[in-house]
């Protein structure tokens, strides 16, 4: 029969969240798939209640991408209670529920961190670098891993110190305004010699923010943010970037393929299957990346 | 300090034997003050006995309500010591002022229109039992204590349902029976049928009876010579005088209050012939609505006074906000000038040039944080339309001549309404009428709160706005007062006009017998 | 208002909306989904009931999302790093949390600030101080926790009556009765009807601001340590917006913003209502997160145009009536 | 006149003043200006340019205030004109692009208007329908995606400038202007002020009392449709998801901090707009000042509280605290 699966998503709080949604459903309609999402609207409460209804519609799999790590036990037990497998995308929870879940497919987004954090040290080399950071939402899990690799990342190399560091809340409009007052508090940008953005909209806001100040973005100031949309593959085109780190919106795929294998043949996926964390930069051909990711709903 | 020396024996000596009568239980002395630059109280002093009925005088804005919070707390005062049975207080809430022994009927409280009647009387002050407010036995007490005042409601309807007169009376009752040791009442009896005044005296009597002081405030003198034992004149915030009433000649207290003499008042009313020949300014026909108003015959000519007469809530105001055009009517026609006309909302009304003052100046009446400038030139701004703007000198022009014409004080014109008192407020609303230059102007109580002085002012300025060809529709609960400026009068019961009385035949005997004409009398007549 | 009491219009909106739900979707009308919606908005249901005091009172009370998500985290801390045992974490919270209140009532009253933004204040400090507490989500794993969170009535019909619904019930009838009873409830309603009236009547103005300001944040708290429990963590970022949720569960229960009228039974019904939405929406689970969005907005509006419609017909009979009776 | 030139606009002119100290104490080049590609530069531009959507949105809400209403749905207004905005740049003159963008503020205003207005809705709950739907309206016109553009026309409205100045910044002082002479000058403000102050007796004196309800909801949803077309401008794209998020607090706290009553009646524009500068010299000082985002909040909030304090009718200067301390204790 046909498998109907409840997808809790988070919301759509950014591109890179449309895109996944959208390519999760084309690749639920691929195999055949009916897949139900309630959207949360950023709320965990939202995510605990769409997955009380889905277990009280009696679905044949539950896709969590949870909101936070934390507070899934008591519903997730429901969920097991009620012998419905449920599969986590895009992030972990709380390591006391592993039990609670049939897989988990994510990224590892302190690794992240750490590959633009490599990625940096490599390209600065041994000149001293004063780096600023664009924070996400202050309290988002994401955020505050992407800058644990980060740091961990840089901590190796004394040259290179992040001097400033403010949220730009994931948007562009803030990524601007908040590199605009880096700006200023830095001599005019001269003392800036990277930005490192917790995602890739924020960087296209900063990346205006330094050619309205006068700044050549990718030459005078580095740049390397995370997320891999692609609108940075456009500015990398222009010169105007230098990396990125992918975080795939495929995490359904796997999913899907991982529960199809379950409820037919009973066979237990491993109980992490990680994405790839893939570094990108000016070499990769950008345009090319561009047109391939264009269509993807970000 | 002789007066202080004095207090203090008094005191112990009212503990030891009781309420003497001619000692002073509430002593106010050198109150003074000011809200910036106005100085409403200077060095007011007041003394009132046990078991007196006190009468505080004055004009509109003379500073009787100001005085009455300053004593209770309500402002704080500037300068000047308050005591009571000796003792010196100084409430600073009205919570503490009951405390203290002093329970008092505000002028614009009015109580809490959300809250049911028996909540209203009990506040703060309900009968309970394990912390749980009893609330059978507080309707029954309710029921109780407004049956004293001839009242027989439902006390668990909220009480903005009921009328002004029944909310005031319910206020009067709450401040009775805290059984304080002085009783304040301003203006009670502002929106009080006969009555139930006469009611409202038969208990303050009981109360003086029983060694409680009260003071009274009124604008009708009448009432004031029928109640109280003493009289004390304020005026422009100072004290004028404190004299017993029987000493105190009518003319000898006017010339108090108002520092000079009252111009006469002629009744000038038209010989019937002649306002018959007087062209119509506006017609209804059988208009009326389901619920609201029986549905009555009106014709209101140029230059004519039209009164309404009737007990409350016998359709007086549902009369006028249907001629104004406040209220939709569902049925018969309405015309000016010969022109059929619909009148659908007050807009259309201006726009014809009505005007309309309501009874209830607080809610319907007056924006009040803007200024007087502002809310006179209102209608006439909104008859207007947006786009053509009063400049700022037209305004100022338009609000200083009606401050002066009226004798709007403070004259100030940009002085905030809500902090007027209230009978200029009252005339803030005639002016902003006047100010539209309408053809037929609707009344509801306008002398209602106003002083001796404004009254007579009001009641020429009524008749000489009819000279000028202007129509007049007016309210009163006061029949003198309607059959001195009326040409005809319409006599309303249980919503539905019932008589019309025109020329010679107005007079107050008529108008009562026509009120008072019940089921009974209609059966007689149809008896012979 | 004297025909048909607005808590009854919300209630029948309540039932009428159920039905037409449960019509599409069989599912809807089981106990396991009437547990769930209990479950699931007890946070809410207490909150909002605090906050229809506030309203009552003439007030509005922005900073209670802010005080759930300090107070999870606060918990979470006490228990988790600072060893404290739960009991003393939770009574701990409570504490804070009502002198916060009492402080924004204190503000509001002796320097006659607007509530709305007072609050809104108070928003951002609750936020602000979470976030200082930690950032990251922090899991509980005390014991009670578990056992809590794992109580349950079970209903027929496999449904289960959990102990935060339980919590929330107890207190919507508490809040109730409180309101409907006490003096302290009849000087709620006076506050609403007119602030400088009631202190003419002698009710204590000032005192009575900062109690209710309390009693809001104070619930607003319980509903926190609820909130805890329903995660089993504490989290700066949670429960953000909930004031908006709260304040429209309370009007669409038929309490007047502009005070003075309102029932704790009604804002229930009123959280249900919203829950019942959601729940609408989530069995159907085909719509994109714009439609979810444009989906709740039409939702709201057909409850509260239908309510508004109700009101309405509620209120003809009686000019009728009144028309008769002349 | 008197909302014109602030009579009472002492406590926020302090107030500025004392902000914009602390922001060059924490960043000392907080008032250095320069000329970079014929447009000003600095940290003052940055507040005013920053400052402008806010400023758009109370000039829109103050109006709203004054009539005792309140409108939550701005942040989604801007969002949905935003979106629009972008999705037409590209192939439409800026004057399409414009009309369209506005004419969905207005309607979204007429909207609000009439559930207020004829439905008789209470305004926070009638307008936080939109304020939910309208952001999903806004994700439905760029299905979720960021929708760039390269227009220059509309790129200029965001980023260009004129005679140095930055052009959102000319055109909310326009905007200013425009309100304030069409409120002044004609009979509107004094309407809406009476509206606001007793919507009954107002109606009895012949107000059109739904007409001025109504005419301040649309104005505020053009106003907030110019602020998503800036923003969007800005960013050269529009992220329906983020624009204007939480906004509508600001401007409404930009409208208080102004001093107008939330009660209704006298409202200031220039005072509701010098309130959105307090509160973006503000931010731009949180900014610069490079404390970890942590802080951010707990510094807005004790500032608004101070700014608050400072205009308390109850409060003048520090005698004020120490007599009211006294009375609440007694
Ligand atoms: N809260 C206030 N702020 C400023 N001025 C006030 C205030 N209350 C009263 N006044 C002014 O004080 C003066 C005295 O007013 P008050 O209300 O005491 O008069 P009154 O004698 O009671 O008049 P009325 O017979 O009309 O009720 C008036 O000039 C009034 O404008
Ligand atoms: N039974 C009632 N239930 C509810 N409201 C009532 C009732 N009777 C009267 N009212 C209201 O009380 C107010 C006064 O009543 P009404 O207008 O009928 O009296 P009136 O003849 O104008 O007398 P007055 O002007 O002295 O009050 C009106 O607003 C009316 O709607
Ligand atoms: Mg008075
Ligand atoms: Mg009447």
């Not at chain 1, 209640?49 to 889905?54: G, L, N, P």
């Not at chain 3, 009253?109 to 108070?122: K, N």
């Not at chain 4, 500025?16 to 000392?28: E, G, K, N, Q, Y």
């Amino acid at each position: 029969a046909e498998l109907t699966i409840g997808f809790s998503q988070i919301g759509s709080e950014s591109g890179w969240r449309a895109a996944e949604t959208s390519v999760s459903k084309q690749e639920a309609s691929k195999r055949k798939v009916n897949l139900k999402i309630a959207d949360a609207q950023q709320k965990q409460e939202n995510q605990i209640k769409a997955i009380r209804s889905f277990i009280a519609q009696n679905v044949d799999a539950i896709f969590l991408a949870p909101v936070v790590s934390t507070g899934w036990d008591s519903v997730l037990k429901e969920a097991r209670e009620a012998k419905i497998p449920v599969v986590l995308l895009d992030r972990d929870i709380d390591p006391s529920g592993k039990e609670l879940y049939l897989t988990a497919v994510t990224s590892d987004s302190v690794h992240e961190g750490e590959v633009a954090g490599d990625w940096l040290a490599k390209t600065v080399g041994a000149k001293a670098c004063n780096i600023v950071e664009l924070q996400g939402t202050v309290g988002a899990s994401v955020a505050t891993n992407r800058k644990k690799g980060f740091d961990t990342a840089i901590a190796k190399h004394a040259n290179l110190k992040v001097v400033r560091s403010q949220t730009g809340d994931f948007t562009r409009a803030k990524g601007k305004e908040v590199m605009e007052s880096f700006i200023k508090a830095e001599g005019g940008g001269k003392n800036i010699c990277a930005v490192y953005a917790h995602n890739d909209d924020m960087m296209v806001g900063a990346i205006q923010a330094m050619k309205e100040a006068g700044l050549k973005p990718g030459k005078d100031i580095l740049t390397v943010s995370i997320d891999a949309v692609p609108d940075i593959f456009k500015a990398m085109v222009a010169g105007e970037a230098n990396a990125t780190v992918e975080l795939t919106p495929n995490m359904a795929g796997p999913a899907l393929d991982a529960v199809a294998a379950f409820k037919s043949k009973g066979t237990v996926p491993p109980k992490w299957i990680q994405t790839e964390s893939k570094l990108y930069t000016a070499a990769d051909d950008p345009q090319k990346i561009y047109d391939s990711k264009k269509g993807l709903g970000y | 300090m002789s007066a202080s020396m004095a207090g203090t024996r008094g005191s112990e000596f009212a503990m030891q034997n009781g309420p003497d009568p001619a000692l002073p239980l509430l002593e106010v002395r050198g109150i003074s003050k000011s809200f910036g630059a106005v100085r409403a109280l200077q060095e007011v002093d007041f003394t009132l006995r046990a078991g007196e009925i006190h009468a505080l005088l004055g004009e509109n804005g003379a500073g009787k309500s100001t005085l009455i919070k300053v004593v209770t707390g309500v402002f704080p005062r500037d300068a000047g010591i308050v005591r009571i049975g000796g003792e010196e207080i100084a409430p600073r809430s009205a919570k503490a002022a009951v405390a203290a022994g002093i329970a008092t009927v505000y002028q614009e409280v009015n109580l809490l229109p959300n809250l049911s009647v028996a909540q209203n009387l009990f506040l703060d002050r309900q009968p309970m039992r394990f912390g749980i407010v009893r609330e059978g036995e507080m309707r029954r007490r309710a029921k109780a204590l407004l049956a004293e005042f001839g009242l027989d409601i439902d006390v668990a309807a909220p009480l903005g349902h009921y009328s002004v007169a029944i909310q005031h009376v319910t206020a009067i009752a709450r401040a009775v029976d805290l059984s304080a040791r002085v009783l304040i009442l301003d203006e009670p009896t502002a929106s009080l049928d006969r009555h139930e005044v006469e009611i409202l005296f038969g208990i303050m009597r009981q109360l003086a009876k029983r060694g409680i002081g009260i003071v009274f405030v009124s604008h009708f003198l009448d009432q004031v010579y029928e109640i109280s034992d003493r009289i004390t004149v304020l005026r422009n915030g100072r004290l004028v005088g404190e004299r017993e009433k029987a000493s105190l000649p009518r003319i000898e207290l006017i010339r108090m209050m108002l520092g000079r003499e009252l111009a006469e008042t002629t009744n000038a009313r038209a010989a019937t012939s002649e306002y018959e020949a007087r062209e119509v300014c506006a017609s209804f026909e059988n208009y009326g609505k389901a619920g609201y108003v029986v549905p009555f015959d009106l014709e209101l000519r140029h230059g004519e006074v039209v009164g309404l007469a009737g007990l409350l809530g016998s359709g007086r105001t549902e009369t006028a906000r249907l001629v104004f055009g406040a209220e939709r009517a569902d049925g018969g026609k309405a015309s000016v000038e010969g022109a059929s006309v619909r009148l659908q909302s007050p807009r259309d009304g201006v726009r014809h040039g009505f005007g309309y003052c309501p009874e209830e100046r607080k809610t319907d009446g007056i924006v009040a944080e803007l200024t007087v400038r502002e809310n006179i030139v209102l209608a006439l701004q909104a008859k207007r339309g947006l786009h053509r703007p009063l400049r700022r000198r037209e305004q100022d022009e338009i609000a200083r001549r009606y401050v002066k014409m009226l004798d709007i004080r403070p004259p100030d014109p940009e002085r905030p309404v809500g902090l007027l008192s209230g009978g200029n407020q009252q005339k803030v609303l005639l002016a902003r009428w006047l100010a539209t230059s309408p053809r037929l102007l609707v009344l509801d109580e306008p002398t209602r709160g106003i002083d001796v002085g404004a009254h007579a002012e009001i009641i020429r300025l009524i008749r000489e706005l009819c000279d000028d060809g202007l129509s007049l529709l007016v309210i009163s609960s006061e029949l003198d007062e309607i059959v001195t400026y009326s040409d005809r009068v319409v006599v309303l019961r249980d919503r539905a006009h019932v008589e019309e009385l025109a020329g010679e035949a107005v007079d107050v005997g008529n108008i009562l017998a026509a009120i008072a004409a019940d089921g009974a009398g209609v059966a007689h007549e149809e008896r012979a | 208002m004297r025909g048909l009491p607005p808590a009854l219009i919300t209630a029948i909106v309540l039932v009428a909306g159920f039905a037409a739900c449960a019509v599409q979707f069989p599912n809807i009308a089981s106990t396991r989904v009437v547990g769930n919606l209990l479950t699931d908005n007890a946070f809410l249901g207490i909150v909002a009931a605090g906050m229809t005091f506030v309203i009552i009172s003439g007030g509005i009370d922005l900073s209670v999302g802010s005080v759930i998500g300090f107070t999870t985290v606060f918990v979470a801390l006490a228990i988790e790093r600072w060893g404290m045992p739960p009991l003393a974490a939770f009574v701990a919270a409570l504490a804070l949390s009502a002198a916060f209140g009492a402080a924004m009532g204190a503000v509001i009253h002796v320097f006659d600030l607007p509530p709305f933004i007072v609050t809104l204040a108070g928003m951002f400090l609750a936020r602000g101080a979470s976030f200082l507490l930690s950032t990251e989500s922090i899991p509980i794993t005390a014991p009670i926790y578990s056992t809590v969170s794992d109580f349950a009535l079970r209903l027929p019909g496999g449904g289960r009556l959990t102990a935060i619904a339980i919590i929330m019930l107890v207190i919507v009838i508490g809040g109730a009765l409180l309101l409907r009873l006490t003096r302290f409830g009849a000087n709620v309603y006076a506050l609403g009807g007119s602030r400088v009236t009631a202190s003419l009547m002698g009710v204590a103005v000032g005192t009575m601001t900062v109690k209710i300001y309390m009693l809001s944040s104070l619930l607003a708290g319980i509903a926190g340590i609820v909130f805890s429990f329903y995660t089993s963590a504490g989290y700066s970022l949670s429960a953000v917006g909930v004031e908006l949720d709260t304040i429209a569960a309370v009007v669409i229960g038929g309490t007047l913003l502009t005070g003075g009228q309102g029932s704790v039974i009604g804002t229930f019904l009123g959280v249900l209502i919203q829950g019942l939405i959601q729940t609408y929406i989530n069995f159907d689970g085909t719509l994109s997160s714009w439609w979810t969005k444009i989906a709740t907005g039409i939702l709201l509006f057909a409850f509260i145009a239908l309510q508004q419609g109700l009101v309405a017909l509620a209120r003809r009979p009686l000019t009728k009536r009144a028309g008769a009776a002349s | 006149m008197t909302a014109l030139l602030p009579r009472r606009g002492l406590a926020q002119i302090l107030a500025l003043i004392v902000i914009l100290a602390v922001d060059r104490v924490v960043s000392p080049q907080f008032f250095d200006l320069r000329l970079q590609d014929g447009r000003l530069f600095g940290s003052l531009i940055d507040v005013l340019n920053r400052g402008t959507p806010v400023a758009l949105l109370s000039l829109g809400m103050v109006l709203v205030i004054a009539t005792r209403g309140i409108d939550l749905s701005v942040g989604a207004v801007m969002a949905i004109a935003g979106a629009i905005a972008a999705s037409l740049a590209d192939t439409h003159s800026l004057a399409v692009v414009l009309a369209a963008a506005l004419g969905a503020g207005l309607i979204c205003g007429l909207w609000n208007g009439f559930l207020v207005a004829v439905l008789g809705m209470q305004p926070i709950v009638a307008t936080l329908i939109l304020m939910v739907a309208g952001r999903g309206i806004a994700q439905l016109i760029t299905e979720g995606r960021i929708v760039t553009f390269s227009s220059p026309d509309l790129v200029w409205l965001g980023n260009g400038a004129i005679l140095g100045v930055p052009v959102p910044v000319a055109i909310a002082l326009g905007m200013l202007i425009l309100t304030g002479a069409v409120v002044r000058g004609s009979a509107l403000g004094l309407l809406i002020e009476a509206t606001g102050g007793n919507a009954r007796a107002s109606e009895l004196a012949g107000v059109g009392t739904r007409a001025m309800i109504l005419s301040v909801y649309v104005w505020c949803g053009v106003c907030a449709a110019l602020a998503g077309v800036i923003a969007a401008a800005d960013i050269m794209g529009a992220d329906a998801n983020n624009a204007g998020l939480w906004l509508e607090l600001d401007a409404i706290l930009a409208v208080v901090i102004g001093g107008t009553s939330l009660f209704g009646g006298r409202f200031s524009l220039v005072l509701a707009v010098l309130g959105a500068l307090i509160i973006q010299t503000m931010n731009t000082g949180i900014l610069l000042s490079g404390y970890p985002p942590e802080f951010n909040l707990l510094v807005k909030a004790v500032v608004v509280l101070t700014v608050l304090l400072l205009q308390s009718p109850k409060l003048t200067g520090f005698a004020g605290i120490a007599a009211r301390l006294r009375r609440t204790k007694a």
